[in-house]
């Protein structure tokens, strides 16, 4: 089996954080538009650390499974990476489509305008979702050792 260098329980704590880190700080950002220099440097640095963890779960987790060729898996390994991806991609597609079909609608909704800035961070959003959910799910799904 091709392991995670961070083990389960550090790759659930680690992918969590990036995935509440960065969505947190997009949902923050567009719904208090005109907060404060304290507030914007709060959400500066929770972005970073988000991206940053993202990054540190990519690299220790995400590459060894999901970077690993489907001879070295087992077919119960190879079935959990599959099923990982598919969620993951269900995820981006239900996210894009709501981008590109109905901007304006996610716009509304976080009460902001829709500009080129707002739709550079969705897709900052997206992209770094798309990396870290897959592995995020296969690490949720690995067992403690």
Known sequence: MTTSSLGPTASRIIGLYAL???????????????????VALA???LKISGLLAAAVFVMGTF????FAAD?????RELS?????????????FV????????P???????????????MKDF???????????PGFLLAWRARAE
């Open 95 to 102: 996210m894009l489509l709501l981008s590109s079909v109905i």
């Open 123 to 133: 897709i900052l959003l997206l992209f770094a979702t798309g990396f870290v959910l």
């Open 71 to 75: 001879r070295e898996l087992d077919e």
């Open 43 to 45: 959400l500066s640095i």
């Open 20 to 38: 509440i880190a960065v969505h947190g700080w997009f949902v923050l950002e567009y719904t208090y538009p005109s907060a404060g220099q304290q």
């Open 104 to 118: 304006e609608g996610v716009a509304k909704l976080l009460n902001t305008e829709l500009t080129v800035a707002f």
């Open 80 to 92: 959990q990476r599959n099923s990982a991806f598919v969620r993951a991609y269900e995820y981006l």
């Open 63 to 66: 590459g060894a499974m999901a």
